[in-house]
């Protein structure tokens, strides 16, 4: 069953809650005025990698847009990309404006031919997580009374304090995605963060956005979108054998 599917049954079962977390007007409209099947010309492969860990991503930190480095873990974790990466002829690098990501993708970059270098868009940054940014969860509960509940529960209906809410963050991430898809080069390395990968995956599979904690995607971890003939296709998703035990039990982001 797929989550469109799922979405359908739990409307006809009454279940259906007020807001359901389904894509903006705004990301349906992008999708029906830009081409969802190439035809007639090269498939395109975008790779999804998320950034290397940070201190606050061990701390369960909300980072949100603030520049947080990576750590000693995050370093490796690049290089170990960058490893598994580096026989994929890659014709571009693209990643977020926030160095955590910038800095995953460029240990690749310098693998790949003289002159390669790594473009930025700022429409890949991660979520605002707005006055959320800098706390733990224990801190956000104490300010905000039930709003982490709420995001635990229904993200979809969860608008961050001075921040943004999913749809916000659906609608320039598909934008940046068409982009990339219309884009010269039939290979594309896409670096970014944690929200924009799921709300990615989720209009691609036509999930609701009520569905994002089914997602989990390790910092550095790799996924494969594929666009051609018969569209959107996903051959691997939260590739992480790289970093490590490929069936090991993968820990949760704290408090988040």
């Known amino acids: 069953m797929s989550c469109g599917q799922e979405h359908e049954k739990e409307e006809m079962n009454g279940m259906k809650s007020e807001n359901t977390g389904e894509r903006s007007p705004e990301a349906k409209e992008a999708e029906g005025t830009s081409p969802l099947r190439l035809k007639g010309v090269a498939e395109k492969r975008i790779f999804l990698v998320r950034h290397g860990e940070t201190s606050w991503n061990r701390e369960g930190r909300f980072q949100g847009q603030i520049d947080v480095p990576l750590n000693d873990i995050g370093l490796r974790q690049a290089d170990a990309v960058a490893e598994a990466l580096k026989d994929v002829p890659f014709d571009r690098i693209i990643s977020s404006n926030l160095s955590r990501a910038l800095r995953t993708a460029l240990p690749l970059a310098s693998r790949m031919r003289i002159g390669m270098g790594v473009e930025t868009d700022d429409d890949l940054k991660e979520i605002a997580h707005g006055l959320w940014e800098g706390r733990i969860a224990a801190e956000v509960e104490a300010t905000y009374p039930g709003d982490l509940a709420l995001w635990h529960t229904r993200p979809e209906t969860v608008v961050m304090p001075e921040g943004e809410s999913l749809v916000d963050v659906q609608n320039r991430a598909w934008a940046a995605l068409l982009r990339i898809a219309q884009g010269k080069g039939e290979t594309v390395a896409v670096f970014t963060h944690d929200a924009v990968l799921k709300v990615l995956l989720m209009n691609v599979l036509d999930c609701p956005l009520s569905s994002f904690w089914r997602f989990q995607l390790a910092n ?37």
């Open 220 to 256: 550095g971890s790799i996924t494969l979108l594929e666009l051609g003939e018969k569209g959107w296709r996903i051959p691997l998703m939260g590739e992480a054998g790289h970093l490590g035990s490929v069936f090991g039990k993968r820990a949760e982001q704290k408090g988040l």
